[in-house]
């Protein structure tokens, strides 16, 4: 059974900072390519950031140079740091997981935590 499991989501005035981690159970992390997505009130669900096992990371245009991801495989984590957070990045947050074996992509999603930026 895998599981995704989010924390680190809260109520934080715009300019403030926040880290969000993300902990998998069972044994997809190593070969894994992680993300985060995030889904606002009434919008669709858009990708924040990706990370492959290599390291090799990937932003949406809106994060560039305020969030960062990151991975500890040792501990089975994804981390993404949140800086110069601003109302518009309030949303739910959810850690994603993507997989390939042989013809077969799996996808595991976490429950997501909420982000708040507000004054």
């Known amino acids: 059974q895998v599981q995704l499991v989010e924390s680190g989501g809260g109520l934080l005035q715009p300019g403030g900072s926040l880290r969000l981690s993300c902990a998998a159970s069972g044994s997809i992390f190593p070969s894994s390519t992680m993300g985060w997505y995030r889904q606002a009130p009434g919008n669709q669900r858009e990708l924040v950031a990706t990370?492959?096992?290599?390291?090799?990371?990937n932003y949406a245009d809106s994060v560039k140079g305020r969030f960062a991801i990151s991975r500890d495989n040792a501990k089975n984590t994804v981390y993404l740091q949140m800086d110069s957070l601003k109302p518009t990045d309030t949303a739910v947050y959810y850690c994603?997981?993507?997989?390939?074996?042989?013809?077969?992509?799996?996808?595991?999603w976490g429950q997501g935590t909420q982000v708040t930026v507000s004054s």
């Open positions: 994603h997981a993507r997989r390939y074996i042989l013809l077969t992509t799996y996808e595991y």
């Open positions: 990370i492959t096992p290599g390291g090799n990371t």
